[in-house]
């Protein structure tokens, strides 16, 4: 019987970072668009944001995020998304019953090579 207290993925969701502490100017760049696009309700989610993980696709442009697990079928009824206009590269969240699940970021090198100093 495998211990799920010893299992890699368990103990990599124990350790959770979060997008403000890890990526401060980016969490601010993120409540302020989502302020400026009246998604107050999104904004003050912000500072608690998670990171569960982020996307493993490989792409050299993504650095997506993900702050609630990541769906194994898409994410289903009450999914919308967000798109919003950074001066640079894209950002397009996932928001789920009213929750930010995901953080679509394509574009910004910035923001990618310090999530994958957390995150390898």
Same mark, same amino acid.
């Given at each position: 019987? *495998? ?8 103990? @990599? @969701?124990?350790? &959770?970072?979060? *997008?403000?502490?890890? +990526? ?5 760049? +993120?409540? !302020?668009?989502?302020?400026? @696009? =009246? ?5 003050? !989610?912000?500072?608690? +944001?998670? *990171?569960?993980? %982020?996307? %493993? ?8 995020? $993900?702050?609630? /697990?990541? /769906?194994?079928? =898409?994410?289903? /009824?009450?999914? %919308?998304?967000? &798109?919003?206009?950074?001066?640079? =590269? ?7 019953? =009213?929750? *930010? ?6 574009? &910004?090198?910035?923001? %990618?090579?310090? +999530? $994958?100093?957390?995150?390898?």
């Amino acid at each position: 019987m *495998i211990n799920l207290s010893e299992h890699p993925m368990h103990m @990599q @969701q124990e350790k &959770r970072f979060s *997008i403000a502490d890890t +990526l401060p100017a980016f969490a601010a760049e +993120l409540g !302020q668009l989502l302020e400026e @696009q =009246g998604e107050s309700e999104l904004a003050a !989610q912000v500072p608690n +944001l998670k *990171i569960f993980d %982020r996307c %493993r696709c490989g792409d050299d442009f993504c650095a997506t995020v $993900y702050t609630k /697990p990541k /769906p194994k079928d =898409g994410f289903g /009824p009450g999914h %919308r998304n967000v &798109r919003l206009m950074p001066e640079e =590269g894209m950002l397009i969240l996932d928001v789920v019953a =009213g929750e *930010i699940a995901c953080v679509e970021v394509l574009d &910004r090198n910035d923001v %990618r090579e310090k +999530l $994958y100093a957390v995150l390898p």
